[in-house]
């Protein structure tokens, strides 16, 4: 069935960890790709995006995600974690590739950032 | 400017009622998202707007729910006869012409009784 699966439900970083959040997608063709953030009270905002070209991605706030062929994955990296960054973090796919219509979010990780 | 806005952002209901949720797009945006993020879930597509017309309602759980948009710009999500298991945060989204990055709105919690 097409998915999208993010296998960690909690993860807890220490204060200027690195930081790495997993994402895999189960659908025929490669979709478009995105990672969205969503603080407490707040709506969800675009971190960054992957239609095709350059693997490696940056995004906002010092993220990066890294698209990989082989392994059907699109993991959120950040090298150095700060206490804001505590939020809830969804994987989304467009999978008609048709720009942002029509998203398919995984259930999300919630980052815990200890001091 | 001003994001998306939502209203009401709470609303308690009881089971069987009819409710309206708001939501303020962007300004100039032509479309419009409504997506449904039930308690340990990731945001579910229900309706997609471009302009004044639903392009793809295919998301919208059944025919209890409806939603309108005819001036192109507000949109109201309409949920008759709620059920408990309507009880979500409801979150609108709009983007510019042809598409391009979705802006959310902070959402509408729903907690139907």
């Known amino acids: 069935a097409q998915s999208v699966t993010q296998p960690d439900i909690h993860i807890t970083v220490s204060e200027g960890a690195s930081l790495e959040l997993r994402c895999n997608y189960s659908?025929?063709?490669?979709?478009?790709l995105f990672w969205y953030v969503q603080s407490p009270g707040q709506g969800l905002q675009l971190l960054l995006k992957?239609?095709?070209?350059?693997?490696l991605v940056q995004g906002i706030k010092g993220f990066e995600a890294e698209f990989k062929r082989s392994q059907s994955s699109f993991n959120l990296r950040k090298p150095s974690v700060h206490w804001s960054d505590a939020a809830e973090y969804f994987c989304a796919v467009d999978p008609l590739n048709t720009g942002f219509q029509k998203l398919v979010f995984g259930t999300g990780t919630r980052l815990l950032v200890s001091p | 400017g001003a994001g998306v806005s939502q209203t009401p952002s709470n609303k308690v209901t009881e089971k069987g009622k009819y409710v309206e949720l708001r939501c303020d797009p962007i300004?100039?945006?032509?479309?419009l998202y409504w997506y449904r993020q039930s308690l340990g879930q990731g945001p579910e597509f229900l309706i997609y707007f471009q302009g004044t017309g639903a392009a793809d309602d295919s998301g919208l759980p059944n025919d209890r729910f409806f939603a309108v948009r005819p001036e192109g710009s507000v949109s109201t999500l309409k949920i008759q006869r709620t059920e408990r298991g309507d009880s979500a945060v409801y979150l609108c989204?709009?983007?510019?012409?042809?598409?391009?990055?979705?802006?959310f709105g902070p959402g509408t919690r729903l907690t139907v009784t």
């Open positions: 300004s100039g945006h032509t479309a």
């Open positions: 992957y239609f095709s070209g350059d693997t």
């Open positions: 989204a709009s983007s510019p012409a042809g598409g391009g990055e979705q802006y």
């Open positions: 659908y025929g063709a490669t979709p478009y």
